[in-house]
């Protein structure tokens, strides 16, 4: 019996062994399609995100950076493949791997998307649509009063962004300096500032603590040579508003800027002259660059009968009117205007030249009828100034680029071009001649 209950475990040890080994082929099995099916869905996975990344940064792009940096958090700017040529975003990211990969230094890369930015605003063609860094935005917002510490002159961008002079103030540090109206600052400290389309952000270069210095070099149209100006800077006593009588009964204001408190300002003064006698009203609105259009309306509804004043249309054609109230001042008008006289300024005399309520004397205005607003809904807190939409004089005249024609074209003595008008001798200031003329002739009809 014995050898058979051998025979029998020997048999019984064979079967095991026969299963266990089955049984490690399926788990070997098992663990091969579940490792192909790992392999698989890491394959899918990446072919997808390159391909999703592609669409994005395009292959070229992928390929200027290490693959390990494309697991990292990623930022994308999205463009509409419909309206964006692909050939250029090709560029802009082979631009952006150079540098990374090629330039010879590291460079930070927030500099580079922030002139990006800055990029996207010129890329408009607008001068008055402009990217404010923090830094930028915290110091336009910086309020001034009457009195700051400068050079004395008051400016506008040109036509070709460039800062002009159209003002110098009596006693000015600028003046003394030989500096002139028409010169165009093209450099302060030897910061070229020629790529600053934004006006206010040179002028803070400008200005500075009292008794300092400041280098500017400017480009004088007048006979095509540049100049440098080493000027001290002072404290200027800078009045938006000035009045007083011309003869006996003829009020003359004179406005250099329509700034927040401009439309009482004007309000007060004319009754201080009317209160003198004044019958007639000569407004001169020579080198006012503009500024606050709540102000420039204010003052309109003041001089105009009831009705349109101005009103502005959107990219969607929405349209928004101000309108003045029935209340109007009658008495004769003569309005002073010139080469530098925009925004605010056309705005007004406009106004009145289309309900002829005034008569225009001097030269063809700066031409800007647009009307920016600034967003400062930005997380970093920049911010950007636009335009939004275009204004039109109440006859539905649009001013940009034509400015107002004057009803009498006259420009001002060629002695006296670059001369502060209210440092012209009395009686050699042929514009205000004329506009004295003008009104007697308006007061006796």
Do not use: C
């Amino acid at each position: 019996m014995a050898p058979v209950r051998v025979s029998f475990h020997w048999m019984t040890q064979i079967r095991m062994h026969g299963m266990g080994s089955s049984m490690r082929e399926q788990a070997w099995k098992r663990i091969y399609t579940v490792l192909t099916a790992v392999v698989l869905a890491v394959i899918i996975f990446l072919t997808g995100f390159l391909f999703a990344v592609e669409r994005m940064v395009s292959m070229e792009g992928i390929l200027s950076r290490p693959l390990t940096d494309w697991f990292k958090p990623q930022s994308a700017i999205l463009f509409d493949r419909t309206v964006v040529d692909s050939a250029e975003t090709n560029a802009f990211n082979r631009v952006l791997g150079l540098i990374r990969t090629r330039y010879y230094k590291q460079v930070d890369e927030n500099l580079l998307v922030e002139s990006a930015i800055k990029g996207l605003a010129a890329g408009t063609g607008d001068p008055y649509t402009t990217y404010f860094t923090p830094d930028e935005m915290a110091s336009y917002f910086e309020k001034t009063s009457g009195n700051y510490v400068g050079i004395g002159v008051g400016v506008i961008m040109d036509e070709k962004n460039l800062l002009t002079i159209v003002e110098i103030f009596s006693d000015s540090p600028a003046l003394s300096a030989g500096m002139k109206i028409g010169d165009k600052v093209v450099k302060v400290n030897d910061e070229d500032v020629t790529g600053i389309s934004e006006s206010s952000l040179i002028v803070k270069k400008i200005k500075g603590e009292s008794g300092t210095e400041v280098k500017i070099e400017v480009y004088r149209p007048s006979d095509g040579n540049f100049y440098d100006f080493t000027v001290k800077r002072a404290v200027i006593n800078s009045s938006k508003i000035s009045g007083k009588m011309l003869e006996e009964d003829i009020a003359y204001i004179r406005l250099n800027q329509f700034d927040s408190d401009i439309a009482l300002n004007f309000y007060e003064k004319y009754n201080t002259l009317s209160s003198q006698g004044a019958k007639a009203l000569i407004i001169d609105l020579r080198s006012n660059p503009g500024g606050d259009y709540s102000q420039v309306v204010a003052i309109a509804d003041m001089l105009l009968p009831e009705g349109l004043i101005v009103y502005t249309e959107d990219r969607n054609g929405k349209r928004e009117e101000k309108r003045s109230k029935a209340s109007e001042l009658n008495v004769p008008m003569v309005v002073l205007v010139n080469a530098y006289s925009a925004s605010a300024s056309e705005i007004l005399s406009a106004a009145l030249q289309d309900y002829d309520k005034a008569t225009i004397i001097g030269e063809k205005t700066y031409g800007k009828g647009l009307v920016q607003t600034i967003d400062t809904k930005f997380s970093n807190n920049a911010g950007l100034k636009y335009t939004f939409s275009t204004y039109y004089s109440p006859k539905g005249r649009n001013i940009q680029n034509e400015g107002v024609k004057p009803d009498i074209e006259l420009k001002l003595d060629e002695a006296y071009a670059s001369t502060p008008l209210t440092d012209i001798p009395e009686g050699k200031d042929n514009q205000l001649v004329a506009a004295l003329k003008e009104i007697r002739k308006l007061m006796e009809k």
